[in-house]
Every structure is written in structure tokens, then in C-alpha cells.
T-cell receptor, first 111, second 112 residues
Framework: QKEVEQDPGPLSVPEGAIVSLNCTYSNSAFQYFMWYRQYSRKGPELLMYTYSSGNKEDGRFTAQVDKSSKYISLFIRDSQPSDSATYLCAIGGGANSKLTFGKGITLSVRP | ETGVTQTPRHLVMGMTNKKSLKCEQHLGHNAMYWYKQSAKKPLELMFVYNFKEQTENNSVPSRFSPECPNSSHLFLHLHTLQPEDSALYLC???????????FGQGTRLTVV
């Protein structure tokens, strides 16, 4: 089983939709949970960072972690065309603090 | 100026060429990383440097040779690459022991 699995894409939604992006992980030692956003021809930028179960909100973005199910989600409310990008989950902590990334999912928000 | 700067942004090289990628960070971090990003694959960690010392080499072929002269600069020397090495090469930095990585814009490498 891969350490981090991310829903396959691509994903296309109309403007204003609620978007749900998900990842699962296998190692219960992971402690840090992040979402990166990567625009075309750019490097990934950190979007959300949490280290506990529950929800963390930042504007239109909500990161959700369920450690018991080893499941993390990113919700985007009122999605905008500017949200069109690739979203990567990244999970870290445990023995060596390395980040392990999902494959990424490309989101397209149609005007 | 962005926190992590990579040059060049694009590079096309033949299989017999030798080239170098450069990364510079202005964030005061002491850990630097090279990642490889290929289509439809997760980011692959290649090398880790903490305080200029290499602490991790994830079974990367010797045709990739990293160099870290100080905590702010990181190089990746390339020689006799293969077409399958074509990818986006990303540099990142973080505080030592920190999990949050800050990425540069990447170098899009094409090996012909």
C-alpha cells in the first residue's frame, strides 16, 4: 500500500461550486498534514498546514483531518477560476520528519 | 524577491552534456532539498542537506551530483543524463527538523 494516496483527477467544476479534495495515508505515525497548491509552470506553495484532527479554516479553504480513519480533506467554498491549479497533499512527521506527497489532482474551475 | 530562487527556469540538454541547476534561498533556513516532479507521479525526494551536510540520498543515480557550499545555496550537477530524466526539478528549504517546505519555481529539464 502506498504511503499517501490521492484521489485521481482531473476535476472540473463550475464557478461557485464546493470542491472536496481527499487523501488517505497508511502510516499512523504521521503528525503533520499539509496542502500545497501548484499553478502551471510554478513551484508548489503551502496552502494549509495542520497537525491535529479536526477542521482548520482559512477564508474559503477548510482543511480536515481524521486521524482515526487516516483521511485528510481540503474543501474549497465558492470556487473561483483562480483556484484552477494542481493540489498536492503532503504528510510528514514520524521517525524522520520527511514529507511524503500525494500525486496531486488538477482542478479546473469553469467561469 | 521570492524566498527560494531557481535558475535556469528551463533547460534543454543533450545526453552527453554537463549542466548545473542552481538554487538560492533567502529565508534563513538550514535545510535544503532537491525534488523531482514527473507527470502523474508524486514528488520524489532526491537529496537532503542539513547545515551544508548531505543527510539523505534516495538512491539517486550518480549522474546527478548535488553540492551545497553553504546553507543558502544548493546546486545539482548533471552529466550524461537520459531522456527519462526529463522532469521538473524543484528545490525547497525549511528550518532543520521542520516539516514545512518552501519551494522554488523549478527548472523544467528536457533531455534530448
Amino acid at each position: 500500500q502506498k504511503e499517501v494516496e490521492q484521489d485521481p483527477g482531473p476535476l472540473s467544476v463550475p464557478e461557485g461550486a464546493i470542491v472536496s479534495l481527499n487523501c488517505t495515508y497508511s502510516n499512523s505515525a504521521f503528525q503533520y498534514f499539509m496542502w500545497y497548491r501548484q499553478y502551471s509552470r510554478k513551484g508548489p506553495e503551502l496552502l494549509m498546514y495542520t497537525y491535529s484532527s479536526g477542521n482548520k479554516e482559512d477564508g474559503r479553504f477548510t482543511a480536515q483531518v481524521d486521524k482515526s480513519s487516516k483521511y485528510i480533506s481540503l474543501f474549497i467554498r465558492d470556487s473561483q477560476p483562480s483556484d484552477s491549479a494542481t493540489y498536492l497533499c503532503a504528510i510528514g512527521g514520524g521517525a524522520n520528519s520527511k514529507l511524503t506527497f500525494g500525486k496531486g489532482i488538477t482542478l479546473s474551475v469553469r467561469p | 524577491e521570492t524566498g527560494v530562487t531557481q535558475t535556469p527556469r528551463h533547460l534543454v540538454m543533450g545526453m552527453t552534456n554537463k549542466k548545473s541547476l542552481k538554487c538560492e534561498q533567502h529565508l534563513g533556513h538550514n535545510a535544503m532539498y532537491w525534488y523531482k516532479q514527473s507527470a502523474k507521479k508524486p514528488l520524489e525526494l532526491m537529496f537532503v542537506y542539513n547545515f551544508k551536510e548531505q543527510t539523505e540520498n534516495n538512491s539517486v543515480p550518480s549522474r546527478f551530483s548535488p553540492e551545497c557550499p553553504n546553507s543558502s545555496h544548493l546546486f545539482l550537477h548533471l552529466h550524461t543524463l537520459q531522456p527519462e530524466d526529463s522532469a521538473l526539478y524543484l528545490c525547497a528549504s525549511s528550518p532543520v527538523g521542520g516539516t514545512e517546505a518552501f519551494f522554488g519555481q523549478g527548472t523544467r529539464l528536457t533531455v534530448v
